[in-house]
Nanobody, 120 residues
């Protein structure tokens, strides 16, 4: 059974920084794409950033230049460094991963979510 566990959320002032982490555990053969999504109150969940196993990245326009996604394949962990945070970044942030649980079976998993609040 695969689990994604996020950490690093919290309350930060505008202009501040936070670093989110998401560690995968369980029966894992390999991890393909990993990503971070967010869902603000009353809004749909949206992609923030994604990264392939080889390190290619993709960002939402709203976070380009401020957020950086990275991963450590050996630790089965993905990170999201968030700088210059704005009140509109306030949301629950979710980790997502495409995981090969065997050489031929892929599953998509979500973390439980971590709250990020940007407010003075």
């Amino acid at each position: 059974q695969v689990q994604l566990v996020e950490s690093g959320g919290g309350l930060v002032q505008p202009g501040g920084s936070l670093r989110l982490s998401c560690a995968a555990s369980g029966s894992i053969f390999s991890i393909r794409n990993m990503g971070w999504y967010r869902q603000a109150l009353g809004k749909q969940r949206e992609l923030v950033a994604s990264i392939t196993r080889g390190g290619s990245t993709n960002y939402a326009d709203s976070v380009k230049g401020r957020f950086t996604i990275s991963r450590d394949n050996a630790k089965k962990t993905v990170y999201l460094q968030m700088n210059s945070l704005k009140p509109e970044d306030t949301a629950v942030y979710y980790c997502n991963a495409d995981i090969l649980v065997t050489i031929s079976k892929a599953e998509n998993h979500w973390g439980q979510g971590t709250q990020v609040t940007v407010s003075s």
